[in-house]
């Protein structure tokens, strides 16, 4: 079958560094990506990865080891706009279509 | 800019009734998927399409159908709502060269 792992709440400070994990089991495997959420907002994209290493763009990076199928997305310098649900996905290769993990609530602290 | 609009942000229903929930997207994008979001749950896709006419289903697909008559609208339907069908639906595309999915604002759906 095909699942994605990811801490369901992450809290920190601002100005602070976190790092939010994901673990996926897929039977075929193309990329990874990553969506912010606000709350009542709708999800938007962060990034994506499709070979191992470091992806970055400004505050956030994204990471992918596809050995270890496993990927994790780092958040810099904290900001308190930052508090929202992040999504790791993984594209299926056989349809093409995103397999979504259940969300971590990231919560920002003054 | 990308804009996916989706006909209703907030909708009210009562059991049996049908219901259509309607998504626009303005950039030509080939693939179109509607998902729904519940708590704890995540995302998960209903159904999906990659061309006009075209559907596919996705890993919730029943009690729901799709109609994608021309390119730029992608219509949900649920035949006889029902209250496990009370939840948030959100309309995604993209283009066929992309990775990245656009979103719709959502509809939350109530059924009672």
């Known amino acids: 079958g095909q699942s994605l792992e990811q801490p369901s709440e992450v809290t920190a400070v601002e100005g602070a560094i976190v790092q939010i994990n994901c673990t996926y089991q897929?039977?075929?495997?193309?990329?990874l990506s990553w969506y912010q959420q606000h709350d009542g907002g709708a999800p938007t994209f962060l990034s994506y990865n499709a070979l191992d290493g470091l992806e970055e763009t400004g505050r956030f990076s994204s990471f992918l080891s596809r050995s270890d199928s496993y990927g994790y997305l780092l958040l810099q310098e904290l900001q308190m706009k930052d508090s929202a649900s992040y999504f790791c996905a993984v594209e299926d290769g056989a349809t093409n279509k995103l397999i979504f993990g259940t969300g971590t609530l990231l919560a920002v602290q003054p | 800019d990308v804009k996916v609009t989706q006909s209703s942000r907030y909708l009210v229903k009562r059991t049996g009734e049908k219901v259509f929930l309607e998504c626009v997207q303005d950039m030509d994008h080939e693939n179109m998927f509607w998902y729904r979001q519940d708590p704890g749950l995540g995302l998960r896709l209903i159904y999906f399409s990659y061309d006009v006419k075209m559907k596919e289903k996705g890993d919730i697909p029943e009690g729901y159908s799709v109609s994608r008559e021309k390119k730029e609208r992608f219509s949900l339907i649920l035949e006889s709502a029902s209250t496990n069908q009370t939840s948030m639906y959100l309309c995604?595309?993209?283009?066929?060269?992309?990775?990245?999915?656009?979103f719709g604002p959502g509809t939350r759906l109530t059924v009672t």
């Open positions: 995604a595309s993209s283009s066929g060269t992309s990775d990245e999915q656009y």
């Open positions: 897929t039977s075929g495997f193309y990329g």
